[in-house]
């Protein structure tokens, strides 16, 4: 199996900044995509960023410039530096990962907990 345990969630004011991590655990033979997404009560779940294996990046247009995704492939880990926060940043956060379980296995996505982010006004 394969475990995503997110951290560093929490409140904070408008102007503000947080970083949140993802560690990948488990059954792993390589990872692929890793990502961000979030869900604002009464939405949809939306991409934040992507990143790739190799280091390329993706971000949705209303983050762009406020928030930094970046990982280590040495420790399965993602990162989301998130400034200059705003009230509409405010949701539930979960990591993705495309995970190839073994050399003969194809890759499948797996999920974290979620973790929340609420930015007061």
């Known amino acids: 199996q394969v475990q995503l345990v997110e951290s560093g969630g929490g409140l904070v004011q408008a102007g503000g900044s947080l970083r949140l991590s993802c560690a990948a655990s488990?059954?792993?033979?390589?990872?692929?995509?890793m990502g961000w997404y979030r869900q604002a009560p009464g939405k949809q779940r939306e991409l934040v960023a992507t990143i790739t294996s190799g280091g390329s990046t993706n971000y949705a247009d209303s983050v762009k410039g406020r928030f930094t995704i970046s990982r280590d492939n040495s420790k399965n880990t993602e990162y989301l530096q998130m400034n200059s926060l705003k009230p509409e940043d405010t949701a539930v956060y979960y990591c993705?990962?495309?995970?190839?379980?073994?050399?003969?296995?194809?890759?499948?996505?797996?999920w974290g907990q979620g973790t929340q982010v609420t930015v007061s006004s």
């Open positions: 488990g059954s792993i033979f390589s990872i692929n995509t």
């Open positions: 993705a990962a495309e995970v190839r379980r073994s050399i003969v296995t194809s890759t499948a996505r797996f």
